[in-house]
Structures are given as C-alpha cells and as structure tokens.
C-alpha cells in the first residue's frame, strides 16, 4: 500500500516532442506529489508538485496531470529538448506523521537533438 | 532560498574505518531531515529520518548501529558509516524539510548535492 509504480523505466523522445511519464499510488492518504529531476551524480532536484484538490498543474514546460479516482498522477514536458535528458522521479507523501516520501522508481529520459 | 549542502561531495575510505557525512540547511531551520542512498541506476531508498533532538528513526533493514544519525541543531545533520565496507559504497543524499510553519507547502523536502562514498 506504500509502493508508488512509475513507468516506464525508460524514454527515448525527439526533440520539440513530449515526453509522458505516469506514476499510479495505492494509498489515498498521500496528498503531495511531487516530480524530481537528477541529473548524473547530483541530488534531486523539485521540478513541479501537485495535490490532490486540483486536476492539473503547468509551470513553463511542465505539467501534471492528477486523477484522484484513478489514484494516478503524470508528468508531460512539452517541448522536450536535449538538456532535459535525465532521470525523473515521482513521490508520495501524507501531509501529517513522517512526511517522508515514497518514490518512484525513476524513469531515464532520453531527448535526440 | 531552500539551499541544503552536503560535505564531503566524495569521500574514498579503507575497509573497516569510519566515515562522516554533513549536511546543512543554510537558510532555513530544518526541523526534520532525511537521509537517503542511492545505488547506480536505482530509486533513493530512504534511510532514516530524524527531528532535531530527538533520536533517528530507521526503516526497516538499516542497522542503527551501523549508520549513526546525529541531528543536534536546526540546520546540521549527520551520518556516520562506522566500519564501513565496500558494500557500503553508494551515493548518500539527504533532505530537509521546514515544519516551523513558515514555508509552504509544509511537506516539501530539500535534497542536498550527495555525497559519493567509494570503500576500498
């Protein structure tokens, strides 16, 4: 009920694409979904977060796209260029007790100028 | 603002000493932080979690004794690798998150840089 699937593993898009990444949890006390992107060596970094009162979330490129009822949540980068090749991460947490997230298990985003 | 840094950035060590890990929040007061490891190619796993003050809480399968979590102050945390071993060499990267109340959204983590730990 902790786990927080992510798909898929890997992903290949052409630049000015979009690039699509789903992520589907199981427990609905979580109420903060974040994305995370790493890049080779570095700690993650916040791209763009979301929570579960609003469907959709866009800041520049980004956006999430979340369905309460599904118990999924998606990150679309529009415009996909060659500089966003990385790896990206969904999380879970709960607004109360630990606060601390379960991530995903990454997808490694590939972008061909 | 929400910097969080890690010292060292990469550390090698012998089999069996012990090593030390910092991480600080430079500007704003961390009343929880995280520590994570992270294998090539693989998820964060999350380690532990401590408040300030108060003793670590550790997953399940981490040895307390093993990797030691101090978090004496509102912008320090620490972990140490006693005895550490090559099947300790990984990517170690903690978090922080600001639960006074005065940053938004109260649930948000600030990861650091890492710190590499290669054992020989």
């Known amino acids: 009920q902790q786990q927080v699937k992510q798909s898929p593993q890997s992903l290949i898009v052409q630049k000015g694409g979009i690039s699509i990444i789903n992520c589907a949890y199981e427990n609905t006390a979580f109420d903060y979904f974040p994305w995370y992107q790493q890049f080779p060596g570095k700690g993650p970094a916040l791209l763009i977060a979301?929570?579960?009162?609003?469907s959709e979330k866009k800041e520049g490129r980004f956006t999430i796209s979340f369905n309460k009822s599904a118990k999924q949540f998606s990150l679309h980068i529009m415009d996909s260029q060659p500089g966003d090749s990385a790896t990206y991460f969904c999380a879970a947490s709960r607004a109360s007790g630990t606060y601390k997230y379960i991530f995903g298990t990454g997808t490694r985003l590939k972008v061909l100028a | 603002g929400a910097v969080v840094s890690q010292h060292p950035s990469w550390v090698i060590c012998k089999s069996g000493t012990s090593v030390k890990i910092e991480c600080r929040s430079l500007?704003?007061?961390?009343?929880?932080m995280f520590w994570y490891r992270q294998f090539p190619k693989q998820s964060l796993m999350l380690m532990a979690t401590s408040n300030e003050g108060s003793k670590a809480t550790y997953e399940q399968g981490v040895e307390k004794d093993k990797f030691l979590i101090n978090h004496a102050s509102l912008t320090l945390s620490t972990l140490t690798v006693t005895s550490a071993h090559p099947e300790d060499s990984s990517f170690y990267i903690c978090?922080?998150?600001?639960?006074?109340?005065?940053?938004?959204?109260?649930?948000?983590?600030?990861f650091g840089p890492g710190t590499r730990l290669t054992v020989l």
């Open positions: 979301i929570r579960p009162d609003v």
């Open positions: 500007d704003f007061q961390a009343t929880t």
């Open positions: 978090s922080a998150r600001d639960g006074t109340g005065d940053r938004t959204p109260y649930n948000e983590q600030f």
